[in-house]
């Protein structure tokens, strides 16, 4: 059951927090350099690739809560933490938030999105697998 909550889940974190930590360079940069017209075209163009991630990692939580509710318990609580997203970006929108303070907050969201991939790898024979599928992913 954990294998398979690897298989379907961990490659979906990973892409969430890959695609989240290109979106925070991206804001860092834009709320940084106001001006720098190149990098708010590069995160503008990222915001997509994030939710395209986001939605591929709700339907792997969704699939996994169905077969196994207790496994994905800590999987759901990292997605509901993309509820933060909307309201993180709406203030770097409005330029109502700080670089650091952006950062920060990505930053919290990333390791949410980990920690329930890093938890069944610190697990034996299911933790070789969570491993070998987190860095291949």
Do not use: C
């Given at each position: 059951?954990?294998?398979?909550?690897?298989?379907?889940?961990?490659?979906?974190?990973?892409?969430?927090?890959?695609?989240?930590?290109?979106?925070?360079?991206?804001?860092?940069?834009?709320?940084?350099?106001?001006?720098?017209?190149?990098?708010?075209?590069?995160?503008?163009?990222?915001?997509?690739?994030?939710?395209?991630?986001?939605?591929?990692?709700?339907?792997?939580?969704?699939?996994?809560?169905?077969?196994?509710?207790?496994?994905?318990?800590?999987?759901?609580?990292?997605?509901?933490r993309a509820e933060d997203l909307?309201?993180?970006?709406?203030?770097?929108q409005a330029r109502s938030v700080?670089?650091?303070?952006?950062?920060?907050?990505?930053?919290?969201?990333?390791?949410?999105?980990?920690?329930?991939?890093?938890?069944?790898?610190?697990?034996g024979r299911v933790g070789a697998?969570?491993?070998?599928?987190?860095?291949?992913?």
């Amino acid at each position: 059951r954990q294998m398979a909550t690897v298989a379907v889940s961990g490659p979906q974190f990973g892409a969430v927090g890959h695609e989240l930590q290109a979106e925070r360079g991206l804001t860092n940069t834009v709320l940084g350099n106001p001006g720098n017209q190149g990098a708010a075209e590069a995160r503008a163009a990222q915001l997509p690739k994030v939710d395209v991630a986001l939605s591929a990692l709700r339907e792997a939580v969704a699939q996994i809560s169905a077969g196994a509710p207790q496994d994905a318990a800590a999987a759901r609580e990292a997605v509901a933490r993309a509820e933060d997203l909307v309201a993180l970006r709406a203030a770097v929108q409005a330029r109502s938030v700080t670089a650091e303070a952006a950062v920060a907050r990505y930053t919290a969201m990333i390791d949410a999105f980990l920690q329930p991939v890093e938890n069944l790898a610190r697990h034996g024979r299911v933790g070789a697998t969570a491993r070998a599928v987190i860095a291949y992913a």
